[in-house]
């Protein structure tokens, strides 16, 4: 299980984590909402010990060190292949480096999506490296799989085969915490919703939760965020009658 | 018995280091042959130290030979310019982990070895630094060695080896 415990974080006294705690136990797919700059993104580069924070995060009750870090994957819209290198240069990197690296996985994932072995990822399109940069989170062995925002860029049928691939690869014990604004499409798949404002986790709830309430996600979400639907309808009126 | 080192071992990877590997041998061999003008110093220096008499060449009366040091000036100066550009091949290797549009640095940061991202952006420019500095000083025994056996011992200034470690430190 990674743990959370009273996390706080900020940019130049900006604060970008306040107070959060959450636990990610095993074998869960976690959605985490959250407008651009909530804090999501910063909230995995501090499970990832990527950068400085306050506050204990562990993973199995231990400390996140060079030790367990590869029980950790993380995909990323920004990407972190190595441009140059082929995917089986990356293959053999990871088989070299992570212990459990999957290279059934690796090959089937590889032969799904129909991605070259011996092409620089460079010369790939935006939508083959970003599911590249997935194929390599997924297949690196890893109990706990972070991706952040990893389909922005993707076509829909796309997206929507990664979400059928995800569901029948995982395994049982794998955790995955999925960062996106592709609410509705994840709905279906995840078992829990975390939702970050401003720093905090201001919802965190799980589907048969919502199913027992009778609540669909993108409802909570709006909800709790207390989305105002009319603001765009008063916000157009009030321009129409500024005009007239 | 072949010995065969994978370079790519030890730079990032993806990184097409034959052509650097190239540029540093060219600049180790420039190096090289620009410290080899030392040895026109030194002939002219020699030169310096005779005059011809009835056609016999003598050696002038009182005449010194230059300190080594002086003769040797900057002539191996090209070894710490390849240096200094190892020194920036290495900040380059570091930058390269967050170029070409990928952070690639972010699973260099999450490998298990903590040591495999600076040994990947260390390793070559070191060696080539600890190749450089063996050469240079190599070749300062051997231009040492020339000094002293062309130059006649009526000439030699006293402590010659002495001023070199003064001359340095």
Known sequence: MIELKNIYKSYLGKKALVDVSLQLPRGEIVGLFGENGAGKTTMMKCILDFITYDGEITLDGQPITRRNIDKISFATSEHSFFPNLSALGHAEFYKEHFPKFNEKRFKALMEFFELPMHKNIKSFSMGQKNQFEVIMALSQGADYILMDEPFAGNDVFNREDFYKVLLGILEPHETVLLSTHLIEEVSDFIGRAILIRKGQIVGDVTTSELEDEGKDLMSYIKETYRYRADRVSKALNDLAGGEG | ?169
């Not at chain 2, 016999?56 to 010194?64: D, K």
């Not at chain 2, 003769?71 to 390849?82: A, E, K, Q, R, S």
Request: charge should be positive; aromatic fraction near 18%; include cysteine.
């Open chain 2, 1 to 169: 018995m072949k010995i065969r080192i994978d370079f790519e071992r030890y730079a990032p990877p993806g990184m097409k280091i034959g052509e650097g590997l190239t540029a540093f041998f060219i600049a180790y061999a420039g190096a090289i042959f620009i410290s080899c003008f030392y040895f026109f110093n030194l002939g002219e220096e020699l030169r310096s130290l005779y005059e011809w008499n009835g056609g016999e060449r003598v050696l002038i009366q009182g005449r010194m030979m230059k300190d080594f040091v002086e003769i040797l000036d900057y002539h191996l100066g090209g070894f710490v310019l390849v240096g200094l550009v190892l020194i920036e091949a290495v900040i380059y290797q570091y930058l390269y982990f967050n170029a070409h549009g990928s952070k690639s640095l972010y699973v260099m940061k999450r490998l298990p070895n903590k040591w495999e991202l600076h040994k990947r952006c260390w390793s070559l420019p070191v060696a080539g630094m600890i190749l450089c500095g063996i050469t240079a000083f190599v070749l300062m025994l051997l231009f040492f060695w020339a000094y002293m056996a062309s130059t006649p011992e009526v000439c030699r200034l006293p402590d010659q080896w002495g001023k070199i470690w003064r001359d340095f430190t």
